[in-house]
């Protein structure tokens, strides 16, 4: 998987934004405000920051030469992986995809619009009385 498809499946993600808040060198993706993904754009070869469940991340650090302790981040969090190595591409999006549902399964619950009616006020609007 190259960059363009990296940026590409990111961008995929229901809600995901892109942005350069740590400057030029460093594409964020995020999902509700938190990131979920960061990409080096001026490492070669290209690597990305994932967050990812701890136990996994160890896992994976295991399975995969490029996939190491995240750069500059949480180490127990967040894994930094080459994507141009030898990480099959499935396994790339399945990385891609478990740190966007951490990211979003953080998030707070949006709260219901409106608050309860009073049984009152919902059994007149149901008469149609306002």
């Known amino acids: 998987m190259d960059l363009a498809q990296f940026r590409e499946y990111c961008l995929s993600k229901s809600r995901a934004t892109e942005s350069l808040p740590f400057g030029p060198d460093v ?4 999902v509700g405000g938190k990131m979920f993904a960061l990409a080096a754009l001026d490492e070669v070869p290209t690597t990305v920051n994932l967050k990812c469940d701890p136990d996994l991340a160890l896992d994976l650090r295991d399975r995969f ?3 190491r302790p995240g750069y500059h981040m949480n180490k127990k969090h ?3 992986v ?5 990480v099959p591409d499935s396994e790339l999006r399945r990385m891609i995809d478990h740190s966007y549902d951490l990211v979003v399964k953080s998030l707070p619950k949006p709260r219901a619009k ?4 009073s049984r009152r006020s919902s059994t007149a609007a149901r008469r149609g009385r306002h």
């Open 27 to 30: 594409l964020v993706f995020k």
């Open 65 to 67: 030469e490029q996939v």
């Open 78 to 80: 967040w894994n930094t």
């Open 82 to 86: 080459q994507i141009e190595g030898s």
């Open 114 to 117: 409106g608050a309860a009616r």
